[in-house]
């Protein structure tokens, strides 16, 4: 693909520079935004002080599983019309966008899906993405297809994988993934991946009543083996789940029930906006994360945007709409361009859904909602 004036490689976006576009964008943001830019092409802030950091990457709206809180087959079965191959950013086109998301701060791209790993050739994908040592790079998968591709993967550049598993019991993984996988498959390709040199952490959904009943198996077994399990509160995602607050298993809950096998103790956060709540097991032995985005929203640290598979921006994983920037790209429009409306999208941005989740004169669970299989989660 032909490279725009404005154009950044990924070492000129590591090293800070900007297009000139993203530099007007900014300096325009800088006086008129309640946050505005950082000095010296600093992030991004939205309506409420947040900057831009990360940016998860769908690169197709399929996956191999059929999970009840994503991709229920009832919904997404076989008359299901998934979107043609023409629809979907290309490998080129997720890379220049890539980089122009970098030029105006972004340090996290996590690749995910639907499934990433049902699109081919994702090695070449992670290739043609930017690299810079500031520049955290990982992918969100089911773990059923990573075994054959983890080598391949780390190869091109990948650092990390977040792997979904929601359950040990093999009975109750096959019936989550709705797909006949059986746990030991995505077990292995965790072996796999850390004997390549990826760095593995381990995302469950807890559900009440679906697999909460195996929720210190998990702790048990991912603590024996050295690696973060992070517990995830069951989330109204999309339209088709039939979510139910009855269903959720809070945070606290999950902790209780740990702290009376495992006594844990709270550590600081990693880095600022980290997602999940740190704690560490007191005998030493590790740590585990919880994220309570029902029952303790963290919207005032969310600096994610999400780029669909179709080339849209959403604000938030609760969105009704994204901002087409595959037509820009389609359309001719430069770098530059493309960095000023990113620039005005995320300045609009006051996206809090989580927190707003309660209110009575709110309703939001009748707003039609992104399907995380377009975004990811
Ligand atoms: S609800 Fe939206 S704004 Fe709040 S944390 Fe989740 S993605 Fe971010």
């Known amino acids: ?124 994908l992670i290739r043609q993405l930017p690299k810079a040592p500031h520049l955290d790079l990982a992918l969100t998968t089911n773990g059923s297809l990573l075994a054959p591709h983890a080598e391949a993967l780390a190869k091109a550049g990948l650092e990390r994988v977040t792997v979904s598993l929601d359950s040990l019991d093999d009975a109750t993984f096959r019936r989550m993934n709705d797909a006949q996988i059986p746990v030991q498959t995505v077990l292995d390709a965790i072996a796999v991946a850390r004997a390549v040199g990826l760095s593995v952490k381990i995302n469950a959904v807890i559900q009440r009543g679906v697999n909460d009943g195996g929720l210190l198996d998990l702790v048990r077994h991912f603590r024996e083996h050295g690696l973060v399990l992070r517990l995830i509160e069951y989330m109204d995602v999309g339209n088709s789940n039939g979510w139910r607050h009855s269903q959720v298993l809070s945070a606290r809950e999950m902790l209780e029930r740990i702290d009376a096998v495992f006594p844990l103790e709270s550590i600081e956060s990693s880095y600022p906006g980290e997602v999940a709540r740190r704690y560490r097991f007191r005998d030493g032995s590790g740590e585990i994360g919880m994220i309570a985005s029902v029952t303790q929203p963290f919207c005032g640290d969310c600096s994610r945007g999400r780029l669909s598979a179709q080339g849209s921006l959403y604000t938030c994983l609760f969105a009704s709409e994204g901002h087409d920037l595959r037509a820009l790209l389609r359309s001719g429009q430069t770098d530059d361009e493309i960095a000023k409306r990113i620039t005005q999208v995320w300045q609009a941005r006051a996206d809090a859904y989580s927190e707003q989740r309660g209110a009575p004169l709110v309703k939001l669970s009748r707003r039609p909602k992104i399907e995380m299989s377009y975004i990811g989660g």
């Open 1 to 124: 693909m032909a490279r725009t004036t404005g154009e950044l490689t990924g070492a000129e976006a590591a090293r800070g520079a900007l297009p000139s576009g993203a530099r007007a964008a900014q300096a325009a943001q800088h006086e008129r935004a309640p946050g505005g830019p950082g000095v010296n092409g600093g992030p991004l802030f939205d309506q409420r002080r947040r900057p831009l950091r990360d940016l998860r990457i769908s690169v197709t709206d399929r996956c191999n599983f059929r999970c009840g809180y994503c991709m229920p087959r009832s919904v997404f079965g076989p008359g299901f019309e998934f979107l043609p191959a023409r629809e979907l950013l290309s490998f080129e086109e997720i890379a220049r966008l890539s980089a122009v998301f970098v030029s105006l701060g972004v340090r996290k791209l996590r690749l995910t899906g639907g499934e990433p790993l049902v699109r081919r050739d994702l090695p070449e």
